[in-house]
């Protein structure tokens, strides 16, 4: 199965000006003779350029297409690749689709180009990670993570690691199959400098997750407050289109509502929740319920106070669900073009923001104000050589720190040098669960299984 001849479409599904079937494998130039007519039929197809023509059926054509072929091992997946583009109408790329693997290809699983790709050697895991987080990059800040990860940044921090600790095993390994040297140091100053530096670079690394998170995926914010104070109106400000229902009406966003937006390179994941209030409305208190929920996942949470009403019950109801879950909050004093009435005297707000959200006033000074918020998180600051954003890098870094501890503590307390063998080979498997040299079926399913079908 793993060198079945394979094709998908690779374009979304749809209309569109163009559609892509790629096709992988030792059959791809037999299919494709089979199947494509060049204009010219004296034209030599080559490698690496386009040649137009007909994809047909026997006598009956199908489309008119530009066809490349690509010669192994110098393809995305190291294996001879044809990549036919024909207009993007769904009937006409799914008509190719099937006349391809009437010739003798096989539906391409989900992620299996990508997968082929690691499997043949032309990327590591970290690196096919990297493609899936490049597609669903959601800013700037977040695809150059993507990039340096693709570029390999990771797989050569990782491989140094590995470098270090293989001069320690053998040193090691010396030690315990020729007692007859007389070797007594367990770990020369040289190589335990070595041995304190993977681990001061594995905990900075591991450090860089929670940065790293946010910027792939977003800094999660809660538009929070009692019903009917603007929340909704706020949402449609801050994207700048009319995305919520907006009424005069208390209670009108039963659901909560998800979008993102980009402040300076870091995505913002809003949620616009119901109105905090006891209700004996069934389906607007499922929403109400939501609404805490979201309280404690926030990272930042927008508090909107209506300015034109003093302070009520259920605003205060909101502010304690807030501070029993400490959470860094902005307050937002909405309606500032009506007669001001509220007095905040009773709580020590650092961070308030006079609105108009109906007006679209000071919706700027709110943006300027959250993305002082990202600066205090440290989250644009993305500098350093490298950052990490997979939660499984992170967990296998972990194992690999955990080992080097052992280590430490097995040689302060004179323990037999096997020990640190054994934690020796427990952090280098750690280390090449990231790149890929050691994996479970399980972990591949797991990172191509989230692809789609023509990556």
């Known amino acids: 199965m793993l060198f079945d001849t394979i094709a998908a479409i690779s374009t979304p599904k749809g209309e569109g000006g163009i559609g892509i079937i790629r096709i992988s494998g030792d059959k791809s130039f037999e ?7 060049p204009k010219n039929p004296n034209r030599d197809l080559g490698f690496y350029q386009f040649n137009y023509g007909f994809i047909h059926d026997g006598e009956k054509v199908i489309d008119e297409s530009m066809v490349v072929r690509m010669k192994a091992p110098k393809t995305y997946t190291c294996e ?26 096989r539906h391409a699983e989900q992620g299996e180009f990508t997968k082929r790709a690691f499997m043949n050697g032309r990327i590591d895991l970290s690196q096919a990670e990297a493609v899936m987080d490049l597609i669903q990059g959601k800013t700037e800040k977040s695809i150059s993570l993507s990039l340096d990860q693709l570029r390999g940044d990771l797989r050569d921090k990782i491989n140094s690691f590995k470098k270090a600790l293989l001069d320690i095993t053998a040193h090691v390994n010396v030690v315990l199959d020729y007692p007859e040297e007389g070797i007594d140091d367990p770990l020369p100053v040289e190589l335990r400098d070595n041995l304190e530096a993977v ?11 929670d940065k790293g998170k946010k910027i792939k995926e977003g800094i999660k914010t809660v538009i929070v407050g009692k019903p009917n104070v603007g929340k909704s109106t706020l949402l449609n400000s801050l994207l700048r289109e009319e995305r919520a229902i907006v009424t005069h ?24 929740t119901a109105g905090i209030r006891q209700t004996d409305d069934i389906v607007e208190n499922i929403g109400v319920e939501k609404s805490k929920e979201f309280i404690e996942k926030a990272d930042l949470v ?16 909101v502010i304690n669900q807030i501070n029993e879950n400490h959470k860094k909050v902005i307050v937002l004093l909405n309606k500032i073009d009506l007669e ?47 950052i990490i954003t997979n939660v499984r890098h992170k967990t296998a870094l972990e194992k690999t720190k955990d080992a080097i501890r052992n280590i430490f503590e097995t040689i302060d307390m004179g323990l037999p040098m096997d020990l640190i063998s054994v934690d020796l080979k427990e952090a280098l498997d750690s280390l090449s669960e990231i790149t890929g040299e050691i994996s479970s079926e399980d972990i591949l399913d797991h990172v191509f299984g989230n692809f789609c079908v023509g990556k």
């Open 302 to 317: 927008l508090l909107v106070l209506d300015a034109s009403r003093e302070l009520e019950d259920e605003d205060r109801e």
């Open 80 to 105: 001879d690749v044809v990549e036919i583009n024909c207009h993007g109408g769904q009937f006409v790329t799914q008509k190719v689709l099937e006349l391809v693997l009437k010739n003798g290809a």
């Open 199 to 209: 681990y001061e670079e594995a905990t900075r690394l591991i450090e860089s997750y």
């Open 249 to 272: 009406v208390a209670g009108t966003t039963r659901d909560v509502i998800e979008e993102v937006i980009n402040i300076k390179g870091i995505p913002l994941v809003l949620v616009d």
């Open 340 to 386: 001001r009435k509220i007095d905040l005297d009773e709580y020590n707000f650092e961070n308030i923001v006079e609105i108009s959200a109906q007006k679209n006033v000071g919706i700027e000074d709110m943006e300027e104000k959250i993305y002082s918020f990202i600066v205090d998180e440290k989250v644009e600051d993305s500098s350093e050589k490298l």
């Open 31 to 37: 299919i494709l003779d089979k199947i494509f007519k």
